[in-house]
């Protein structure tokens, strides 16, 4: 198990170092020059261009050794400082970040862990029902092939203007102001509903697949004939099956964060829900680099925590990886 | 005993044609390449002229409605499906032939070549491709259907190379690759005479996948506004309905064809994966 | 008598038409016997062991009778034949080393299993435990998973789970092959003891070694292509063996422990025919050093002395 996780662990720092590097050797080796962009495209007062381009400049660090800027980079990821926003200048890229981080967990979290647990109940119910397997399997395999996008498009115009049932913009309704209030409550969860339905319909959709493909493997397993062949009821075998498949999709959920983390992305966009997709939107229209870049390690770093927690469920759930012996 | 099992090409297409979601993801898949190939000569109208009146509903002279701007939904809807064709085959190619290698010289060698690939698959496969993608786009003033599809192919070799390190471990403690080896032949000639063509049937099906996968991240990457500067593509479609209220303006037949045939291709993309594995695989046919 | 199948019949069905695996079976198997079943691979042997225990699709039930202790067995029905399954007929299967659930506790899986059979764990955990020591495995193992056991741990514990029920009929498939020869030893003499203890009464001991047979089976049958060619006790067929095919499969024994694994017998030309369209008559005609014209009618499975069954028209003229 301490192999396990050490090499897990390492797995997880390498992955931060390759991102970092990634993120500071990006603006350096594209073509054009990023400040200058930066400044030429973003519409403020000139005393503020100003000291805005002092200040990127510095930050960018174009003026030392590359080995300097690298090592400067680093030493500002460890003390926090992601660089100024110009879209909401002067506001450091960290506190608007934060500011947005808890909308993406408010829909993240729920989608993810409701669609993993729904999707996986009805792959297996599903498996092996001719009937099924040949009406609303078909549907899902649409559903996993379903931009998140288009579906959060497909609902904001049905649901939210044909019938007018959800608002289909922002977090809560424009004229409020956040409380704990149960009129801000009501308005909260009618603008999360839509975004939180959407990304759970498409992700619904893609582990009802691999349920049902994986549990069809593990009924064909020589341990669910032998539990058969000793006159076990079908829901003996059914709910070993089940178990047993459900740790390659523990691991697939792993896997696949990457994919949500990107649907929930474009689905704020669609709704303009104040999370980081929503923000990329703006730092993208607005050049706003150091934005974009401060997006880009959030999601890694946020990535990479949910990886460790599945990881730590995984060894708590398959007794193989108390052994020593990796199932990978 | 097992019932013979006989190897025949015959008893594949005797499968193969009966299995439903092979011939259905097939077919799918095949109507619209042919769509995306001669559609282009059917509309008279070009990408982005105004062809007629702006908001205009489907109808017989406008088959997909037109924009806000007047340009005709349809010729923007095939050429968007050309690149989406495009980003499959060369994202989705690139990918597999990337984690191809990766993964034959990863399960291949084993030991330390093994531990150091399997450690930058593991890598890449954490770091979101998404975000890299708009990190690296974000950067590029011009940017191309190609370009975009070599980027994509680039971050999506993981999962090839994954898939195909298992089935080389698997191929590899079979007695042919022995016998092969006592003959003294070189690692590259035992992984294209003897690996390769008993994995042709397994890189078809990862193609299958990477191709709807790139063809997603590309639609995506376009929707957020980091696809090509130049050109229409399918997501490109859905951003600019988009940005221009199609939504509340109720102009369906602006967004509703790019997305649909997004999800109908990739989704016959899949079908065809399973398909295809219950045809290679008797045990998971139907009973 | 404790087992009595007759004319049995099960057909693998596969696209090209049935392969008839085991292609009419009469024997009887007697209170507190052990039959060895030889064969090559192929032969129909497992194909026998299933279908009286899990008959399910690709195979095929065509037709034959079994009745076990006096009761008809419904092998061709699934749910029927539920309520025989591990309290009459049993099975050690070919694969015991993946056989246990490879994520639940061993003690566990059996508790699950017991209940979900309407048997209370309760009253099982003294017999369970007692069984434990006679195969020489620590209780430890109850709270274990399969993936700590040694493969000849697991074949143990198999062994216990599989015979806890003391069914009438115990099958035990190729139970020997993964296992090296020492253990296989140790693993066969369990079984019989198994036997001696009334843990089970009658074993069916279905190897492609034949020599492991004379150590522990009272009688043995051997099976070609589908079909029986002879059956006797142990000593009267290892001396006198009649069946060409029985006579080339003990003389070609170098010595005990030697194993017939793919393909064809050493010292035995040619291969056995296809099962999709068996040729007429003797199946074994084509190897047959002694064929004649009236091969080309299939010889009955008739008894030649007491006991002592053979399918072979050469013998009854031998022995008459």
């Known amino acids: ?328 | 005993m097992e019932p013979p099992q006989s190897k025949e090409k015959n008893e594949f297409f005797y499968f193969a044609l009966r299995n439903n979601k092979l011939v259905i993801g097939l077919i799918v898949v095949f109507f619209f390449l042919v769509f995306a190939i001669i559609g282009p000569f059917l509309t008279e109208h070009d990408l982005n002229e105004r062809a007629g009146p702006r908001n205009q509903p489907p109808s017989a002279e406008y088959w997909f409605g037109t924009t806000t701007f007047g340009q005709d939904v349809f010729t923007q809807f095939v050429y968007g499906l050309r690149a989406a064709f495009i980003v499959g085959l060369v994202g989705g190619g690139l990918a597999t032939i990337v984690g191809m290698m990766v993964g034959f010289f990863a399960g291949y060698h084993g030991g330390m070549v093994d531990e150091l690939l399997n450690m930058l698959t593991n890598t890449v496969i954490t770091i979101p491709k998404l975000a890299v993608l708009l990190v690296i786009a974000a950067y590029l003033t011009v940017r191309g259907v190609i370009h975009e599809s070599i980027v994509i192919g680039l971050w999506s070799w993981p999962w090839a190379a994954r898939a195909v390190r298992s089935q080389t471990f698997s191929l590899k403690s079979r007695n042919f690759i022995d016998m092969a080896r006592m003959t003294g032949m070189s690692s590259m000639k035992i992984i294209w005479t003897e690996i390769a063509p008993n994995m042709m049937s397994y890189l078809f099906m990862t193609f299958v996948l990477q191709f709807g996968g790139a063809v997603l991240a590309a639609a995506t990457l376009d929707f957020i506004g980091l696809g090509p500067t130049e050109g229409i593509s399918l997501g490109l479609m859905m951003q600019h309905s988009f940005n221009w209220s199609a939504i509340q303006l109720g102009i369906w037949w602006w967004f509703v064809p790019p997305g649909a045939a997004l999800a109908l291709l990739v989704g016959a993309m899949y079908l065809m994966n399973v398909g295809l594995d219950e045809v290679f695989n008797p045990k998971l046919r139907e009973r | 008598m404790a087992l009595k199948t007759d004319d049995l019949r099960v057909y693998y069905q596969t696209l090209k038409g049935d392969v008839k695996a085991l292609d009419g079976a009469s024997f009887t198997l007697e209170d507190g016997e052990i039959m060895g079943l030889a064969g090559e691979s192929g032969c129909g042997k497992s194909t026998l062991a299933k279908s009286l225990i899990l008959l399910k699709p690709p195979m095929k039930y065509v037709e034959g009778r079994v009745r076990l202790d006096g009761e008809e067995l419904p092998i061709w029905d699934d749910e029927k034949m539920n309520s025989f399954r591990y309290k009459n007929v049993s099975i050690i299967p070919q694969y015991a080393m993946n056989a246990m659930n490879p994520t639940r506790k061993i003690g566990k899986m059996v508790k699950e299993l017991l209940k979900s059979r309407g048997i209370s764990p309760g009253e099982k955990r003294d017999e369970l435990e007692h069984r434990l020591d006679l195969v020489d495995l620590t209780r430890d193992v109850l709270s274990m998973y399969p993936i700590e056991l040694s493969g000849g741990m697991k074949q143990r514990m198999v062994m216990v789970i599989s015979s806890l029920l003391d069914p009438s009929l115990l099958m035990a498939d190729e139970i020997t092959s993964a296992l090296d020869v020492s253990t296989q030893k140790a693993v066969s003499e369990m079984l019989v003891e198994f036997r001696d203890k009334d843990f089970i009464k009658s074993l069916i001991f279905i190897t492609h070694d034949i020599s492991i047979l004379y150590q522990i089976a009272d009688s043995i049958t051997v099976m070609y292509a589908g079909k029986l060619v002879e059956r006797a006790p142990t000593e009267e067929i290892t001396g006198r063996p009649l069946h060409p095919y029985t006579k080339l499969l003990i003389s070609s024994l170098p010595k005990i422990g030697a194993k017939y694994t793919e393909e064809k017998l050493e010292g035995i030309p040619g291969k056995p025919p296809e099962l999709l369209e068996p040729p007429e008559g003797c199946r074994f005609k084509n190897r047959c050093p002694k064929k004649e014209e009236e091969c080309d009618e299939e010889p009955p499975f008739r008894e030649v002395s007491p006991g002592h069954k053979v399918a072979c028209w050469k013998v009854k003229k031998d022995v008459s």
């Open chain 1, 1 to 328: 198990m301490k192999r396990y996780f050490s090499r897990k662990v390492f797995i997880y720092i390498l992955t931060f170092f390759l991102a970092v590097t990634i993120d500071w050797l990006v603006p350096r080796f594209m073509p054009g020059n990023p400040v200058q962009n930066m400044l030429s495209r973003a519409s403020i007062q000139s005393d503020a261009a100003e000291v805005m381009r002092g200040y990127y400049t510095k930050a960018f660090g174009l003026d030392v050794p590359l080995w300097q800027q690298y090592l400067n980079f680093w030493q500002a990821i460890f003390h926090g400082d992601l660089g100024v926003s110009v879209y909401m200048f002067p506001e450091k890229v960290t506190n608007v970040i934060f500011r947005a981080v808890p909308y993406d967990l408010a829909l993240l979290v729920p989608s993810v862990l409701l669609s993993w647990i729904a999707g996986n109940k009805f792959g297996a119910f599903a498996a092996r029902s001719r009937w099924l397997d040949n009406t609303i399997l078909p549907i899902t395999y649409l559903l996993r092939a379903t931009p998140y996008m288009w579906l959060a498009i497909l609902m904001a115009w049905s649901l939210g203007i044909v019938w007018g049932i959800f608002p289909i913009s922002g977090a809560y309704s424009f004229s409020m102001q956040p409380s704990f209030s149960f009129a801000f409550l009501v308005s909260f969860l009618r603008h999360w509903f839509l975004p939180f339905a959407s990304l759970f319909i498409v992700q619904f959709g893609g582990w009802a697949i691999g349920m049902r493909n994986m549990i069809i493997y593990e009924l064909e397993e020589d341990y669910s004939h032998y539990l058969e062949s000793l006159g076990a009821p079908r829901s003996l075998v059914r709910k070993y099956a089940f178990r047993n498949a459900m740790l390659p999709q523990i691991t697939g959920l792993a896997l696949r964060l990457g994919q949500v983390v990107a649907g929930a992305l474009a689905t704020e966009i669609v709704f303009s829900y104040p999370g980081i997709g929503y923000l990329l939107l703006q730092a993208i229209n607005n050049q706003d680099y150091f934005l974009i870049q401060g997006c880009f390690l959030f999601i890694v770093i946020g990535v990479l925590l949910a990886n460790f927690i599945i990881d730590v469920v995984y060894v708590i759930v398959d007794p193989r990886t108390r052994q020593g012996m990796e199932g990978t």
